[in-house]
């Protein structure tokens, strides 16, 4: 009889961390605006998304940059379900915001299906303060935005759906850039 590959590995027992632990080892409090990561949904179609990215912000110490819909702030507290108050930026016209973050040396990458993009698993971790645009989930990032990109990373897809949501898309390329994956 032949072994499994799964059997012939010993692997020592898996053991889950207690709360307990957890905490001890995390920050205490909400991290103040470090200037370094930011995730930009500036197109956002669903609310529901952006609570789920603001929780991928804590978890990677980034901040979430946001239009100022009449929607969004509700979409946000009702989102949110982290027991800390978390860095949220609003932005007034996102060509001109991200005109300035270019203007004080931010690195722009927009998350787009595009010719000639970086491969999300070629994206190195953020080494100088970096914002990632994320545009619509129908549309994606507005034509005249895309000028004012430095790089467009691509999430590679081989099903037939055409991209990720917001969340889902901003959560990868979070964690890609800080490093934690």
Known sequence: ????P?????RPPVRVRKPAELRAVRRRRAHRCWGHLTVAPLWPQHGANLGTLLRTCDA???CLAVPRHPWVPEALERGNTLPVRSCVHWVHGPETWLERRRATGWRVLGVE????????????M?????VAVLGHERTGIPPETLDLLDEVVEIPMIGSGASL???VAGSLVLYR???LM
């Open 165 to 167: 949501n917001v969340a």
């Open 60 to 62: 990677t110490g980034a």
């Open 126 to 130: 953020a080494r100088v303060p970096t």
């Open 1 to 4: 009889m032949r072994e499994s």
């Open 6 to 10: 799964h059997e012939a590995v010993s």
């Open 113 to 124: 299906l595009a010719e000639g993009a970086t491969r999300l698993a070629d994206l190195p």
């Open 177 to 179: 850039l800080a490093g």
